[in-house]
């Protein structure tokens, strides 16, 4: 099992900055992708960062160039730094890990085998 609690959300200013974090704890998460989705009330959560196993990192174009996944293996915490924030970044995100099936961390498409979720933390930019 893997455990996953999200903090860092909040309102922020257009052009401001935000960091996610995600306490992580379980055995054998660091096996998983472990990455960043986002939601808008009424459609589908969609991946926004990756980090996979080997610390290769992926993003959606959309973010690309303005959000940085990193995790800390020491403190266990997967971290989204979010920069230059727009308006269309508002959303509730969550932490996720996910492992197998025909998921590719690469693109954050795909059916996991094993998934993971956090709660989620709202952001809002205005």
């Known amino acids: ?62 973010v690309m160039g303005r959000f940085t996944i990193s995790k800390d293996n020491v403190d266990n915490t997967l971290y989204l730094e979010m920069n230059n924030l727009k308006p269309e970044d508002t959303a509730m995100y969550y932490c996720a890990a996910l492992k197998g099936g025909n998921f590719y961390c690469g693109s954050l498409v795909g059916r996991p085998e094993n998934e993971y979720w956090g709660q989620g933390t709202q952001v809002t930019v205005s």
């Open 1 to 62: 099992h893997v455990q996953l609690v999200e903090s860092g959300g909040g309102s922020v200013q257009a052009g401001g900055s935000l960091r996610l974090s995600c306490a992580v704890s379980g055995h054998s998460y660091s096996t998983y992708c472990m990455a960043w989705f986002r939601q808008v009330p009424g459609k589908q959560r969609v991946g926004v960062a990756g980090i996979d196993s080997d610390g290769s990192t992926s993003y959606a174009g959309s």
